[in-house]
């Protein structure tokens, strides 16, 4: 999910905040209720690629990256592989999922120069992108270092394994009443009628989460998530949903996308606050993969083993990404979340069996649910 950079600024005396866009690059300050004392284990072995593909890299000279990623959330990664590889430029083009992959279809069908790699949060979009055969069938040789659960398809690997959360306007909903999981926030909702959204389901964010908590919690699940419908606004993007938040239109939201929690910081943290949901906070993975049709194929192999390695998510962390290597200290990290709602509570297993199939579904129920 692409998300512009953030603005804050204080509106009024009591500090309320305009997130005039809602980003991915770290304030100052402290993160609301990031969790940074958390054990990240051992670093599990880094395993770089080898040197003839680094020779040839070397020659290609860069690496083409489309992503749903904004500037302000790449800048650490572009900065710390560029510095490790100097001899490689990264170019990296923003822009939704949906975007990336027309824009690869169009140039590759007239031979125009196309990404070296695709970057992004849509699971069913990167299934159909990589069963059209435009994904280079490439194991990276840190994905033996890496769980299972990274390993997302033939040649698509897991960057990042992005949380919802909940955020709430804490001037309106004081931390003590804030709701800690989804069926206590939908047993609230009733009484926020109008003053808590979601965004659209057509926001793979958001079918991302739905579907992850619906395979955990199933009719139960639907259960909540209809008594949600029933109270909910919904906004198409999160900047427009943190804005209004930030504003007091709304005093609560939720399957809200984990980048978020970089940004609650400074003057933000004064009027809002994320939590994990602890009976529903999937993990959504970020799928990188290098294309059939690259133009740098070797330079790209170096970039995604790059991401793929301990360093690499460091500086993803640094990003607002959520990395889930061990030995990777994060305050936004897998352990980090794994601690605030405990392991039973993390869904956590790729790209969920069926959600090609089920999205029709689940589409059609929740639009049911919510009016649309």
């Keep these: 999910m692409r998300i512009s950079p953030l603005g804050a600024c204080a509106v009024t005396a009591a500090c309320a905040v305009t997130l005039a866009a809602c980003g991915t690059s770290a304030g100052g300050g402290a ?3 990031a969790t940074s004392k958390v054990d990240v284990g051992k670093a599990s072995a880094v395993t770089p690629v080898d040197a003839a593909t680094l020779a040839r890299a070397r020659k290609q ?4 990256l489309y992503t749903n990623a904004d500037e302000q959330q790449m800048k650490p990664i572009s900065q710390a592989f560029e510095a490790k590889y ?38 069913v979009g990167m299934l159909h992108f990589a069963d059209q055969g435009n994904v280079l069938d490439y194991t990276d040789p ?25 955020v709430y306007n804490t001037a309106l909903i004081p931390k003590e009443k804030q709701p800690k999981d989804v069926t206590a926030l939908a047993k609230l909702s009733d009484s926020l009628k109008g003053k808590i959204a979601t965004t659209d389901i057509s926001n793979p964010t958001s079918f991302g989460a739905v579907a992850g908590y619906l395979g955990r919690h199933r009719e139960a699940g639907w259960k909540n998530i209809e008594e949600l419908g029933a109270n909910s606004g919904v906004e198409s993007g999160t900047g427009n949903l943190m804005q209004k938040l930030a504003q007091g239109q709304y005093q609560a939201s939720y ?8 940004l609650i910081t400074g003057d933000a943290a004064k009027v809002l606050d994320y939590t994990y949901l602890t009976d529903g906070t999937p993990l959504l993975p ?4 290098v294309t059939k049709k690259a133009g740098s194929p070797d330079a790209a192999k170096v970039f995604v083993n790059f ?8 500086a993803a962390c640094k990003g607002g990404f959520t990395p889930y290597r061990d030995g990777v200290t994060c305050a936004y990290g897998v352990p980090a979340i794994r601690k605030a709602v405990g392991a039973k509570n993390l869904i956590l297993g790729g790209y969920p069996d069926g959600i090609v199939k089920n999205k029709p579904v689940i589409e ?9």
């Design 142 to 166: 840190n994905v033996a270092n890496l769980p299972a659960y990274a390993r997302l398809a033939p040649g698509v690997t897991a960057m990042s394994e992005d949380p919802v959360v909940a």
């Design 61 to 64: 000279g860069s690496v083409l």
């Design 255 to 262: 399957f809200v996308a984990g980048t978020v929690r970089a």
């Design 307 to 314: 991401l793929l390695s301990v360093q690499g998510q460091e």
């Design 364 to 372: 059609a129920r929740w639009k049911k649910a919510y009016g649309r």
């Design 86 to 123: 100097p001899y490689l430029k990264l170019r990296v083009l923003n822009m939704n999922d949906a975007q990336t992959f027309q824009r690869y279809a169009t140039e590759t069908a007239t031979g125009a120069r196309t990404a070296d790699v695709v970057m992004g949060s849509d699971a």
């Design 31 to 33: 993160p609301a209720t």
């Design 286 to 289: 970020r799928g990188v993969a």
